[in-house]
Antibody
C-alpha cells in the first residue's frame, strides 16, 4: 500500500524550532518529487515547499523562506521539514504529499498530517 | 503570491451539475497547464481529483472534469451525489516556480 506517515508535530514556543518527518512506503520514494502543504485551523491549504527526487531543485513559499528547510533521505525513504524561528501563524496541520508525475503535476498521495502549534 | 480566487460556496441537488471557478493571472493559471483540483472532506487529507487542467487520476469518477480558459480554470461535477459534499481547492504552478492554492469552495449537496 502506498503510504505517507508524518510525525514530529507538537507544541512549541514562538521563536522555537521543530523538525517534521514523513516516512514513505509502498512506492519507489527516490523517483518522486515531494511537497509539504499546511492548513491552519479552519483555513485553506497553503503550499510550503517542494523538493525534487534527487534534491537538486528546492522551492519555498515566501512565507517560510529563510526559516524552513526541506530535505530528504532516499536511503531512508524519508522527507523532512526543519522549521526554525516559528511564529504563531505557522500553527497548522502539516501534510507531506507526493507529486504524481514530477513537480508541479499534482499531488496524488497525502499523509494524514501532523499538527504544529506555536504558542507561548 | 496571492491565493487564487474561488467562490466561497456552491450548492446543487443530487443529479445536477455544478461548476467551481478558479481565477488567477497570466503568471499562474493562465500561463501554465499545471492546474490541479483537490477534494477534502472534514478532518481528512485532500484528495487529487484533476491534474494538469483536465486529467483524472485513476479511480476518480468521470463525473469530475476540468477545463481552463484564459486565467480561469473550472471544475465541473455532473450527476451530483451526496458524497461529493466537501471542500474543493484548486492549485496552480506560478512563474516564481512555486505553487499557489485557491481559498477553497464548500460544496453543499441539497
Amino acid at each position: 500500500e502506498v503510504q505517507l506517515v508524518e510525525s514530529g508535530g507538537g507544541l512549541v514556543k514562538p521563536g522555537g524550532s521543530l523538525r517534521l518527518s514523513c516516512a514513505a512506503s509502498g512506492f519507489t520514494f527516490s523517483s518522486y518529487s515531494m511537497n509539504w502543504v499546511r492548513q491552519a485551523p479552519g483555513k485553506g491549504l497553503e503550499w510550503v515547499s517542494s523538493i525534487s527526487s534527487s534534491s537538486s531543485y528546492i522551492y519555498y513559499a515566501d512565507s517560510v523562506k529563510g526559516r524552513f528547510t526541506i530535505s530528504r533521505d532516499n536511503a531512508k525513504n524519508s522527507l523532512y521539514l526543519q522549521m526554525n524561528s516559528l511564529r504563531a501563524e505557522d500553527t497548522a496541520v502539516y501534510y507531506c504529499a507526493r507529486d504524481l508525475d514530477g513537480y508541479p503535476s499534482g499531488m496524488d498521495v497525502w499523509g494524514q498530517g501532523t499538527t504544529v502549534t506555536v504558542s507561548s | 503570491q496571492s491565493a487564487l480566487t474561488q467562490p466561497a460556496s456552491v450548492s446543487g441537488s443530487p443529479g445536477q451539475s455544478i461548476t467551481i471557478s478558479c481565477t488567477g493571472t497570466s503568471s499562474d493559471v493562465g500561463g501554465y497547464n499545471y492546474v490541479s483540483w483537490y477534494q477534502q472532506h472534514p478532518g481528512k487529507a485532500p484528495k487529487l481529483m484533476i491534474y494538469e487542467v483536465s486529467n483524472r487520476p485513476s479511480g476518480v469518477p468521470d463525473r469530475f472534469s476540468g477545463s481552463k480558459s484564459g486565467n480561469t480554470a473550472s471544475l465541473t461535477i455532473s450527476g451530483l451525489q451526496a458524497e461529493d459534499e466537501a471542500d474543493y481547492y484548486c492549485s496552480s504552478y506560478t512563474s516564481s516556480s512555486t505553487v499557489v492554492f485557491g481559498g477553497g469552495t464548500k460544496l453543499t449537496v441539497l
